[in-house]
């Protein structure tokens, strides 16, 4: 049996200045009753604040934490300790005329450290698994790569 899962985000923008494009504000607020406010913009090449979450950043962020929070659930099922993991990920975005773009790939780069090296051979398929369960990858359009790394402690 299929569950559905509804998710409810509310954006706030107040930053009308009435000087058209190259003056309104892009910094606005992500709100989730009961958590913490994000604070939002352009990415700075679209007149944003650097300091700011942009959209472009958020699905990157969406992707890795997906795929760690997947992995960690397998290796868990699985009898692997993980006693760290780091992800520097990264996503390309093609700009075309018009205004318009998409992502063109993100690449994960999970560093993995497990307590046990004999389990480090496990990891990889992991990984595969964990692509291949992952929510927002199965959302997207364009291709998720992962580069992974184990090292054992």
């Known amino acids: 049996m299929s569950k559905q899962h509804d998710?409810?985000?509310?954006?706030?923008?107040?930053?009308?200045?009435?000087?058209?494009?190259r003056g309104y504000g892009r910094d606005h607020d992500v709100l989730v009753e009961g958590k913490p406010v994000l604070k939002g913009s352009a990415d700075p090449a679209?007149?944003?604040?650097?300091?700011?979450?942009?959209?472009?950043?958020?699905?990157v962020a969406s992707l890795a934490e997906c795929h760690m929070l997947t992995f960690l659930s397998l290796?868990?099922?699985?009898?692997?300790?993980?006693?760290?993991?780091?992800?520097?990920?990264?996503?390309?975005?093609r700009e075309e005329p018009g205004h318009s773009g998409r992502f063109?790939?993100?690449?994960?780069?999970?560093e993995v450290t497990v307590a046990a090296p004999a389990t480090a051979?496990?990891?990889?398929?992991l990984h595969k698994q964990a692509h291949d369960g992952c929510f927002i990858a199965n959302s997207v359009n364009f291709p998720v790569r992962h580069e992974p790394v184990t090292f054992s402690s």
């Open 104 to 110: 063109t790939e993100v690449v994960l780069r999970p």
């Open 46 to 59: 679209f007149r944003g604040t650097p300091e700011r979450w942009n959209p472009e950043e958020l699905l």
């Open 75 to 93: 290796c868990a099922r699985a009898g692997v300790v993980v006693t760290g993991y780091v992800d520097a990920a990264g996503g390309v975005m």
């Open 7 to 21: 998710y409810r985000v509310t954006v706030r923008w107040s930053g009308d200045t009435g000087a058209g494009y």
């Open 121 to 125: 051979e496990r990891v990889e398929a």
